[in-house]
T-cell receptor
Framework: DTAVSQTPKYLVTQMGNDKSIKCEQN?????MYWYKQDSKKFLKIMFS???????INETVPNRFSPKSPDKAHLNLHINSLELGDSAVYFC??????????FGPGTRLTVL | KNQVEQSPQSLIILEGKNCTLQ??????????LRWYKQDTGRGPVSLTI?????NTKSNGRYTATLDADTKQSSLHITASQLSDSASYIC??????????????FGRGTSLIVHP
């Protein structure tokens, strides 16, 4: 069983569309994260949720909105997609402050 | 400003050789330092986690060192294998006000092992 799973793995869409990426973890962790990895492979944290509460909200456009329906899920919704949003998005989870386990990533391509 | 700098940016070595990757940081207050391995097309996987009091930690052929005084860490890979070809990312965690742990990522070192 996959510990941290993301869907979809690939997402190709037009500029201006709205899309969502789903993340689920079955590790019983209380903290989940979203990262963006650009073409230069630099991982940048976007959001972190602990027990369904937002604890980290880095400077990202408000077109990005995380939603955590429960401790095992943290979804990322993106409105009005732009070319610069093209990247690989990784979800991760951890027990608060401990090792993070990453999902396989979602490669988003905005045309 | 909290920063993590890694060197070299890329490295090519022959199979069987050893190599050392460097990580310097200015993150404070320090909680722990982690090395991750990221294979192409996959998410990062943790290799080692080191706290303030730990100087050396090994995981198979990977050995990480930490000098908290100089704020430097290294990852030494012994007897490299083709499967070691990957990006190695240094992450420093600091304990922020409000009780949250904030990870600061380096840009990674891209290692290529040639046969």
């Amino acid at each position: 069983d996959t510990a941290v799973s993301q869907t979809p793995k690939y997402l190709v869409t037009q500029m201006g569309n709205d899309k969502s990426i789903k993340c689920e973890q079955n590790l019983g962790h209380d903290t989940m994260y979203w990262y963006k990895q650009d073409s230069k492979k630099f991982l940048k944290i976007m959001f972190s949720y602990n027990n369904k509460e937002l604890i980290i909200n880095e400077t990202v456009p408000n077109r990005f909105s995380p939603k955590s329906p429960d401790k095992a899920h943290l979804n990322l919704h993106i409105n009005s997609l732009e070319l610069g949003d093209s990247a690989v998005y990784f979800c991760a989870s951890s027990s608060f402050g401990n090792e993070q386990f990453f999902g396989p990533g979602t490669r988003l391509t905005v045309l | 400003k909290n920063q993590v700098e890694q060197s070299p940016q890329s490295l090519i070595i022959l199979e069987g050789k050893n190599c050392t990757l460097q990580c310097n940081y200015t993150v404070s207050p320090f909680s722990n330092l982690r090395w991750y391995k990221q294979d192409t097309g996959r998410g990062p996987v943790s290799l080692t986690i080191m706290t303030f009091s730990e100087n050396t930690k090994s995981n198979g052929r990977y050995t990480a060192t930490l000098d908290a005084d100089t704020k430097q860490s290294s990852l030494h890979i012994t007897a490299s294998q083709l499967s070691d070809s990957a990006s190695y990312i240094c992450v420093v965690i600091y304990f922020a006000s409000g009780g949250s742990y904030i990870p600061t990522f380096g840009r990674g070192t891209s290692l290529i092992v040639h046969p």
